[in-house]
């Protein structure tokens, strides 16, 4: 079962999670006019590592745990790789930076 991100990264995005996933599919993206990182559930390997890196405590280790979140994730997945295929991949942001689009530009 894959792990989820869930609602309390919506806006925060230490991208600490990001940085230690060994197969990269933790995707940053805009939801709700806020920064918010998803796990791709097909590509997740379930391995755990991302977990306690989180400091907010924003990730959980199964859709079960908060399945409105594990939909979420799984339907941004699609286009936040969509996104990322036509523009490249990009830089997560560090937490209380203004709210930005995936492209960097500032959300008006
Ligand atoms: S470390 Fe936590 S708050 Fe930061 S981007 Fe990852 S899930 Fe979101
Ligand atoms: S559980 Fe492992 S593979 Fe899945 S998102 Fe976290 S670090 Fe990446």
Redesign the pocket.
Known sequence: M??V?VEKCLGEQYAA?VD???????HPIDYEGKPFMI??PE?????????P?CPIGA?V?SPAEDPAWAEINKNLAAQAKEWEAQHGKVTPRPPNDPPRRPDNKLVK
Do not use: F
């Open positions: 894959p792990y991100i999670c230690v996933c060994p197969v990269e599919c933790i796990i791709d590509v997740c390997i379930d391995c755990g590592v991302c977990l890196e990730i280790a």
